[in-house]
């Protein structure tokens, strides 16, 4: 049976993908060897790890704009610190909207003065706060464009003369925006973009080296510039994979391509959970998430029911994150409408059953 992978990570990825991916394990351009063993310093790697950082920053329109592309590792846990470790002198703003958020804060503190400038933690983060005010003396503004556990998302962002930091793990490259307001951003790839290993970071490079602190070479963004990327032994075959990621959403139409298939899935979701008396929506309504949309059952007799309907359909990874409950069903870039249909059909067909 055909499994529709509702998953928050990691991530669905698209059928082509796998198949390119399977073989290159095999035999890697044709030369005997796998991905998996050849040398990083290789011409064929060295080739991989450039065309993804290009590619990266083309699908951003953020070509010769002064913003480099590095490919590394720790996931945004890792970015939580390094972030803090470049940017931070003396105080930095951070908007709280959730568990990601909160743990960069926490790593923030270590290195300066931390001002969050609002929070939505009074409704266990089911929404985004909108009337706040960034301090003009911040050295920079932190917030989280998506939230996986939660299932919010920023529509709008401020506008700040300081630089704007941005966890984009689980919506990057899923809606169109202009990302030359955002002077770093951050993703870890499992979420939307490839396979757990990689953390993707396009970062503006006139920010950098103005801490006073000596920062340690691998929590140095610089030394990751200055050597494109390979400072360190990098994570080849996730980077591999998230490039044949990157093609494929090129061939999509690039970022506007996917946005309209990712409206129409998030569409199709919400309708049903609104129209539906046995499920109510976790996030406001303004604020929605189109790549994880949470909800809840009304009734929880009908819990049994529903479990084993979505399981029988095919569908996985729909179970809720312990601290909301009830179920997710994150829709990244590579999840077909046909997946989301099969899931509104099995709520409907609840409805018709109760």
């Not at 926490?106 to 301090?135: C, H, M, Q, W």
């Not at 999840?335 to 059909?345: A, G, M, R, T, W």
Request: with cysteine; net charge neutral; charged share 25%.
């Amino acid at each position: 049976m055909k499994k529709h992978n509702f998953s928050a990570g990691p991530c669905i990825l698209p059928e082509t993908v796998f198949q390119e991916a399977s073989q290159a394990i095999l035999d890697y351009n044709n030369s005997g060897l796998s991905i998996l063993e050849i040398s990083h310093r290789s011409k064929d790697f060295v080739d991989v790890m450039e065309e993804a950082r290009s590619l990266s920053l083309e699908l951003l329109g953020l070509e010769n704009k002064g913003y480099k592309a590095l490919f590394l590792q720790g996931g945004a846990s890792l970015e939580f610190l390094m972030v803090a470790y470049n940017l931070l002198e003396k105080k930095a703003a951070y908007l709280n909207t959730g568990t990601w958020a909160d743990k960069a804060i926490k790593e923030a503190k270590l290195f300066g003065e931390v001002d969050v400038v609002a929070s939505s933690e009074n409704r266990n983060f089911n929404y985004i706060p909108k009337k706040y005010t960034v301090p003009e003396d911040a050295d920079y503004f932190h917030c989280t464009s998506n939230n996986t556990i939660f299932g919010t998302q920023m529509k709008r962002f401020p506008k700040t003369s300081v630089p704007m930091v941005c966890d984009m793990s689980s919506d990057i490259f899923s809606r169109e925006m202009d990302f030359s307001k955002f002077d770093l951003i951050y993703a870890g790839a499992q979420k939307n973009m490839g396979p757990a290993g990689t953390t993707l970071v396009i970062i503006k490079e006139d920010i950098l080296g103005k801490v006073s602190r000596k920062i340690p070479a691998m929590l140095n963004y610089k030394s990751h510039i200055d050597k494109d990327s390979m400072y360190n032994t990098p994570a080849v075959y996730a980077v591999y994979i998230s490039l044949l990621n990157l093609r494929w959403l090129k061939a999509q139409g690039g970022i506007s391509g996917i946005e309209e298939k990712n409206k129409k899935k998030a569409q199709l979701i919400y309708s049903e959970i609104d129209i539906n008396p046995l499920f109510k929506g976790f996030a406001a309504e303004e604020d929605r998430s189109k790549m994880n949309a949470t909800f809840n059952l009304v009734k929880d007799s009908l819990k049994e029911r529903f479990d084993k309907s979505w399981k029988d359909a095919g569908i996985n990874g729909l179970t809720g994150h312990r601290s909301v409950g009830g179920y997710r069903a994150s829709m990244y870039n590579a999840l077909p409408l046909e997946s989301v249909q099969i899931l509104v059909d099995v709520m409907s067909d609840l409805e018709r059953k109760a």
